[in-house]
């Protein structure tokens, strides 16, 4: 595809359910991003990865949050046992190396219950 | 740790007016952009600043990035109902690479 695809869009979960959320990047892109964004605020920064290294996960809330992208393009990002405070859009954002601009999906929206 | 605060967070103005929103820093940034963002969509790139006191253009919109590389402004003028949204600046790490975002500004332009 042309841009960064994110899947599912809309997920409802039950407090204490997993989750798996979905991103392909943009083909030949090596960096992936992963952000958290709650209403009317800015992304928050959760994970990066260069080709399938994961090179920084200082943002992850929790060890409840795991992110994996073996073959270095689609990327997953897991949420055990979910809470409500995880309920946020998650973003996902690929580049093709380290200064060209950052392309984003539209989002998974994760709402817990 | 590197923050980024907007200024400010809501800004409600009518159909040609002007307006500055600001980012600052305590930390340095070896980029800066500007993004905006749509509901239900992701940000969206309007710009990239890298040097000290650099100025970009894009149509209505006015981009600054501070001589010390710590702040930025975006200024538009003569404001539009479609420039209605959630702007948003991020600097990049001079160590990691990552991008850190600002809070945002919500913009609303009511005809």
């Known amino acids: 595809g042309a841009g960064v695809s994110q899947s599912p869009r809309y997920k409802v979960a039950k407090r204490g359910q997993d989750v798996a959320l979905r991103c392909d990047p943009i083909s030949g892109h090596v960096s992936l991003f992963w952000y958290q964004q709650a209403l009317g605020q800015g992304p928050e920064f959760l994970t990066y990865?260069?080709?399938?290294?994961?090179?920084?996960k200082s943002g992850l809330p929790s060890d409840r949050f795991f992110a994996e992208r073996p073959e270095g393009s689609v990327s997953t990002l897991k949420i055990q046992r979910t809470q409500q405070e995880d309920s946020a859009v998650y973003l996902c954002?690929?580049?093709?190396?380290?200064?060209?601009?950052?392309?984003f999906g539209n989002g998974t929206r994760l709402t817990v219950t | 740790t590197q923050l980024l605060e907007q200024s400010p967070q809501f800004l409600s103005i009518q159909e040609g007016e002007n307006l500055t929103v600001y980012c600052n820093s305590s930390s340095v940034f070896s980029s800066l952009q500007w993004y905006r963002q749509e509901p239900g969509e992701g940000p969206v790139l309007l710009v990239t600043?890298?040097?000290?006191?650099e100025v970009k253009k894009l149509k209505r919109l006015t981009f600054q990035f501070g001589d010390a590389r710590k702040d930025s402004s975006l200024h538009i003028t003569a404001a539009q109902p479609g420039d209605t949204g959630l702007y948003l600046c991020a600097g990049r790490s001079s160590n990691t690479g990552k991008l850190i975002f600002g809070q945002g500004t919500t913009l609303q332009v009511k005809p």
């Open positions: 600043v890298v040097t000290g006191g």
């Open positions: 990865f260069q080709n399938e290294a994961q090179l920084d």
């Open positions: 954002a690929s580049r093709f190396q380290d200064n060209s601009p950052l392309h």
